[in-house]
């Protein structure tokens, strides 16, 4: 594994990122409490593309900052900070839930910075019950004493799973937990949960996802997900016929992406921007 790097945000905050492989420019961003470690699954998939994977603010390996900077804005900056940091014009985005409300939002703001965005069991709505989810958890050690205690609870109680196997939810908890002598703890700044609680009113998010058009797209979408309902994927699919969707079954809030599904989808959706930019660039 690629040890991870770093560089300094605008405010002076050190952010870690790894990045790896050659090819097309593909930041991958994590979920709200997550990091770069949730791609594990995925990158070995992925052999022709240049994979890089930040850890947000307060997030994994990257330094804990003023609580009132773990936004999704101030988190967009900081991935036009790795951008400059690392000489890349344009790249693609792969968002996985809170990194694709930042990939919708550079699309809003920066879309000439971008080849394409997938999107990881998100959308412009947000499911009342999913948020309520994450607000029951944030900010909390989990409670167990070890991967193996964490891995059993992850598969009792997590919404929209099954047919998983045990050794996918060990590997799954190691990424998102530390040990320590006292039992687990989660490995992010517990004050992310004060603002989320202060940004429980989410603004309209569509102009967000209309704020696409343009760019090639595509949309992962877990069957038994408490975030993105049915209804919403269906209207994002209605404004944009052409997006690469995935309906993955026996999977929640969020799929690991190495499910055949979605692996079809995200590698249709790179050959388009693939084409597109041969088509925009040609030699």
């Not at 070995?44 to 330094?63: A, C, E, N, W």
């Not at 997900?225 to 809030?253: C, K, V």
């Amino acid at each position: 594994m690629t040890e991870p790097q770093f560089f300094t945000a605008e405010d002076g905050l050190r952010l870690a990122y790894r990045d790896e492989g050659t090819g097309l420019p593909l930041i991958a961003l994590a979920g709200l409490t997550r990091n770069g470690d949730d791609f594990d699954f995925l990158a070995p998939h992925l052999p022709s593309v240049r994979l890089i994977r930040p850890d947000y603010r307060g997030r994994g390996r990257s330094q804990w900052g003023d609580p009132g900077s773990y936004t999704i804005e101030q988190e967009a900056r900081d991935v036009h900070g790795l951008m400059d940091h690392l000489g890349l014009a344009r790249a693609a985005i792969l968002g996985t839930s809170r990194g694709g409300l930042i990939a919708m939002l550079l699309a809003a703001t920066a879309k000439e910075r971008l080849l394409g965005v997938c999107l990881n069991d998100i959308g412009p709505e947000i499911a009342p019950e999913g948020l309520a989810s994450i607000a029951a958890y944030i900010g909390r050690n989990p409670g167990a004493d070890s991967y193996e205690a964490a891995a059993e609870a992850r598969a009792r109680t997590a919404v929209g799973f099954a047919n998983v196997p045990r050794e996918r939810w060990l590997a799954d908890v190691k990424n998102l937990f530390t040990e320590t002598e006292t039992g687990l703890a989660i490995t992010y700044d517990p004050a992310l949960a004060h603002g989320f609680a202060d940004g429980a009113e989410i603004p309209p998010l569509w102009p967000l996802f209309d704020a696409l058009d343009g760019l090639p797209v595509a949309l992962i979408h877990g069957a038994g997900s408490d975030i993105l309902a049915q209804s919403t994927a269906d209207e994002m699919r209605r404004r944009r016929p052409d997006m690469g969707y995935a309906r993955l079954e026996d999977r929640g809030h969020v799929p690991w992406l190495d499910e055949p599904d979605a692996l079809a989808v995200i590698r249709a959706w790179l050959a388009e921007i693939t084409n597109a930019s041969q088509t925009r660039d040609p030699a």
